[in-house]
């Protein structure tokens, strides 16, 4: 049941086959948050990786550099139509954290420091698919885009990406988290049109 | 209070169309398959050009409730490429693919418990989700209290005007960025945080707060209503637009 638009069509955005189906490029970066903005000063964030046996690994601002920062190229595509490419970021790789951490556990639930949260499964946080970042555009990270440090996994619609992260807890099952819970995927692929479920 | 209303592709068809600002128009879609909505959920329009091309983009929908006659109010933005045709080419009869309703947190609904007073702050066409909650409000008997502050350039960028001005259960404050009307005793300029102070409910009435708008305007409302000592678990907000 095609539905043809008579007419429409005659300005179009531009088309590169690294955009997925649905998803348009936007040369600004557009800004969705379910509340206010928060104010995390660099000395008052933390993020912390907590086991089902309760373990915690925690790295506050000056112990995640030292883990290492590295430089990111990539995509992004947000669940409301609009990507970006070739974007540039800095920021620390999740393999990096997750090397001391024991457990056997498939899926993460990701807690922000304003208390939302996001699933995402193991697998789509290691093998180089997933930061801790701190800047994006050369510049670091601003309040309203996450700042001092969110959640980077491109691979997925970016509310997976969460701002001002804080945790991420070890689950043995999927459970959503607050974007998913309300009406949002539960993976999130792009390529597969994961928007809402 | 998020049961129901399951999103799924659906085909509407315009059954009217008027200019509702300078650079809006308001579309009344009938979509037989529809739902339902909340009031403050949004929908996702998908057009196809003859050759296969399809853009998406979502809109916030100024109606609510079982109905299936899907009310939208659509600015034009000048650089995009579906908003520009919605708003000067689709016409009444014409059909379009629609995916929804969309958004189940930026909602207010008639049968929320919650007792507290209800704020709504609107920048320019961010209003259109929020006119749809003080509209659900205003079609119950009893219910909370609910207030409107919304921010317009020109008394000719209002949006829903008239339905604004008959509204008895909500309060409508409107400041005039560029040009306020005849007779008004704001002069024309910016939202501050003293009328935002003066037109908006309390902290100490522990208010629930809905604010949409441009980015720049949701952000800049909301470090105030920190400031002022609102809730920010209480504040929920939908912002569209980039952050330059």
Not at chain 1, 46 to 70: K, M, N, P, Y
Request: proline share 8%; net charge negative; glycine share 10%.
């Amino acid at each position: 049941m095609a539905i043809i638009n008579r007419g429409f069509g005659g300005r179009r955005g531009t088309s590169d086959p690294r955009l997925p189906p649905g998803q348009t490029l936007v040369g600004d970066w557009p800004v969705l948050t379910a509340g206010p903005t928060p104010d995390i000063s660099t000395d008052e964030w933390s993020f912390t990786i907590t086991t089902e046996t309760g373990v915690q690994h925690r790295w506050d601002w000056g112990t995640l550099h030292e883990v290492g920062v590295e430089d990111v190229v990539t995509d992004i595509h947000c669940v409301t139509h609009w990507s970006r490419l070739g974007m540039p970021w800095r920021g620390v790789s999740v393999d990096r954290l997750f090397e001391d951490v024991e457990t056997s556990c498939d899926f993460v639930m990701v807690r922000t420091h304003d208390g939302y949260t996001t699933n995402v499964p193991l697998d789509d946080l290691l093998e180089g698919q997933a930061w801790i970042a701190t800047e994006a555009d050369g510049e670091a990270l601003t309040a309203e885009h996450g700042g001092p440090a969110r959640l980077l996994v491109p691979h997925l619609y970016f509310w997976k990406s969460a701002k001002w992260v804080a945790e991420m807890r070890m689950m043995p099952t999927d459970q959503p988290g607050f974007w998913e819970q309300n009406g949002y995927h539960l993976r999130g692929d792009p390529w597969r049109e994961e928007r809402y479920w | 209070m998020t049961a129901g209303f399951r999103a799924a592709w659906h085909v509407g068809r315009v059954v009217s169309r008027r200019a509702e600002t300078r650079s809006a128009v308001r579309l009344e879609i009938e979509v037989p398959t529809w739902p339902g909505n909340h009031a403050g959920s949004h929908l996702d329009i998908r057009l196809t050009a003859p050759d296969g091309y399809q853009a998406s983009r979502s809109y916030s929908i100024a109606s609510s409730g079982p109905a299936t006659r899907v009310v939208l109010a659509v600015d034009e933005v000048l650089s995009g490429e579906v908003s520009p045709y919605v708003v000067h080419d689709l016409r009444e009869g014409d059909e379009l693919e629609v995916h929804g309703p969309l958004g189940r947190y930026f909602v207010w609904t008639p049968e929320d418990p919650d007792p507290a007073p209800v704020q709504l702050i609107a920048g320019g066409s961010g209003v259109v989700p929020l006119f749809a909650m003080a509209d659900a409000r205003e079609r119950q008997p009893h219910g909370t209290d609910f207030r409107l502050l919304y921010s317009a350039r020109t008394p000719d960028d209002v949006f829903f005007a008239s339905e604004l001005g008959a509204l008895t259960k909500t309060r409508v404050d409107i400041v005039h960025t560029r040009r306020s009307p005849l007779g008004s005793p704001r002069p024309p300029g910016r939202l501050t945080q003293e009328s935002l102070a003066e037109l908006t409910f309390p902290a100490g009435v522990a208010p629930r707060i809905f604010v949409c708008g441009p980015t720049p305007f949701v952000e800049t409302v909301s470090r105030w209503l920190l400031e002022l000592g609102q809730d920010p678990a209480r504040i929920r907000t939908e912002r569209f637009g980039g952050s330059g």
